[in-house]
């Protein structure tokens, strides 16, 4: 069986780092938009906004070096977890759990591009918070 998920994507948010209870191994968290490969009839983009889940030195790196707006390539594998809400209705999560992370983009060339920058482009989707359903 295979399941392998790769991405390119621009991260919505900071990434946020945590550290498991009971061991302490470092977990981080962020989400990626990534655009549709097609566009509404009046030519505006879509994108998916997929969580994204890094373990140890991994999510350590992703912590001190990725924040929002950064261009990066995900390649991991696909998970459905289950949990109930704090008024105990059952739900689902889908995330990747990253294998590798790669920064397509240095921290500087991020910045030079978005020095200017007005809140729209062709390029990238307009992402407000509200717009993230987690």
Known sequence: MLNKVVLI????R????RYTPSEGVPVANFTIAVDRPYSKQKGDKEADFIRIVTWNKQAENCASYLS??????VEGRLQIRSY???EGIKRSA???VAR???FLESR???EEDRSGFDGESADEPDIR???VPF
């Open 9 to 12: 994507g621009r991260l919505v």
């Open 14 to 17: 900071d990434p946020e780092l």
């Open 68 to 73: 929002k707006g950064r261009l990066v390539a």
């Open 84 to 86: 109930e809400d704090r």
């Open 94 to 96: 889908a995330e990747v």
């Open 100 to 102: 590798s992370v790669v």
């Open 108 to 110: 500087r060339s991020a």
């Open 129 to 131: 918070e509200d717009d």
